[in-house]
């Protein structure tokens, strides 16, 4: 071989070459765009799929808001006897009873929102020991003052609700 069929041959080889390397270009591009493609329907799908039940999920915490709401509920579980710590306990039961049954929508939800959930839960827990510890001797008597005590004040059930409502909007 001499120095002008080495020219030759790279000069043959070149074009070669370079459309081999646009060719490879285009068909990684083309891959990559359709990967990408498929990503977006997938996630588009699931998206389908798991609206409903954020959206199912949302809805139960509102509901375990508005049952723990004080008003709510001091008018929906009415005391057994008179003994007024027997009231407060089976108060706080019931709101960990609503709130044991919906523990797993959490996994539906942020962080954030499941946190202020769970705080509203606790202050309400904690209002109702606050007003456990008065003078009253009853428990129609705690009850009255569980709802005295709230009256002038938004409830925490209150403040979640509105961050749900929030939240909801957000992804809706």
């Not at 709130?99 to 705080?119: E, G, P, R, T, V």
Request: one cysteine or more; proline letters at 3%; glycine letters at 4%.
């Amino acid at each position: 071989m001499t120095g002008d069929g080495i020219f030759q041959l790279f000069a043959y080889l070149l074009p070669a070459v370079v459309t081999g390397a646009i060719a490879f270009y285009f068909f990684r591009l083309h891959t990559r765009n359709e990967e990408g493609r498929r990503r977006f329907l997938l996630h588009k799908d699931s998206q389908k799929d798991a609206m409903p039940i954020r959206l199912q999920a949302y809805e139960r915490m509102a509901l375990f808001l508005e049952r723990i709401s004080i008003p709510s509920l001091v008018v929906r579980v009415a005391p057994k006897s008179a003994d007024k710590n027997a009231y407060e306990q089976l108060l706080i039961r019931s709101i960990e009873n609503e709130f044991d049954h919906n523990l797993s929508q959490q996994i539906y939800m942020s962080d954030d929102c499941w946190n202020i959930i769970k705080a509203a839960k606790n202050a309400t827990i904690q209002s109702i020991r606050k007003a456990g510890m008065s003078e009253s001797d009853s428990a129609d008597k705690l009850r009255e003052d569980i709802l005295n005590d709230t009256m002038d004040k938004q409830s925490p059930s209150a403040t979640a609700l509105a961050y749900v409502k929030k939240e909801i909007g957000e992804i809706w």
